[in-house]
């Protein structure tokens, strides 16, 4: 239908013209009355418009805002609990048992209820096998880098203790369901993985107050953590 319509306007336009051709110069006197007419029509409106675009700002969106975030203080407090290890962690946070199906004794979360966020710890006994000692590092390995689907960024980083012990320390950047990860291990008793997460969807930039917070009770558990013999 459209290519019949402009069939139509051409073969329309053709017998204007031709018809223009008979009577041009009558067309011409007609022509010049019509062109006036409109100039004068069209004059106010041109200044009309002219001064809205000139007094109308350029829309400028607002930045995206993120709810303020309320951080407790930093004051921190011994493990009590019957563990082979012990550490200080946050007066704001509480120790849960781990209570999922496949949990193994000794596993446990550093919660936090106002910040909707916890530290998973899981403990493995090395029992002097450098083999089995070989599995959990890999396992830490691996447990980090199925994030990398939605990472976008990964940064390893090795750290001594203050308390003397080495451990493996991973940051993620990115919408991720955990942003630190960690393990140690004294090499021949003892090891312990950690994992920091939130129970909320948010985006990283949202949550950044909270990681970085979050971030240095890590490293204060990490420097603070002793094992028992």
Not at 10 to 38: P, Q, T, V, W, Y
């Amino acid at each position: 239908m459209y290519f019949n319509q402009m069939g139509f306007a051409i073969d329309n336009g053709k017998r204007k013209m031709e018809n223009g051709n008979r009577g041009a110069g009558k067309g011409k006197e007609m022509g010049k009355g019509l062109i006036g007419s409109l100039t004068l029509c069209l004059l106010p409106l041109y200044f009309l418009l002219s001064s809205c675009s000139s007094s109308t700002p350029d829309y400028v969106p607002k930045p995206k805002g993120y709810p303020r975030m309320d951080l407790p203080p930093q004051t921190y407090q011994t493990l009590k609990e019957d563990h082979p290890y012990t550490f200080e962690y946050s007066k704001s946070a509480v120790i849960l048992p781990d209570t999922f199906r496949m949990a193994e004794p000794h596993w446990i979360f550093v919660a936090y209820p106002s910040l909707n966020a916890s530290i998973q710890l899981t403990y493995k006994s090395v029992q002097n096998n450098p083999q089995r000692l070989s599995g959990f590092i890999n396992d830490a390995y691996r447990l980090a880098g199925k994030h990398q689907v939605r990472a976008t960024g990964i940064r390893e980083q090795v750290i001594k203790t203050k308390s003397g012990q080495t451990a493996v320390v991973f940051d993620l950047a990115g919408d991720v369901p955990s942003y630190t990860q960690f393990f140690t291990t004294d090499s021949s008793k003892h090891y312990l993985r950690g994992a920091l997460y939130f129970t909320v969807a948010d985006k990283q930039d949202s949550l950044k107050p909270a990681i970085d917070f979050l971030r240095k009770d890590v490293m204060h558990l990490l420097n603070t953590l002793k094992w028992k013999k």
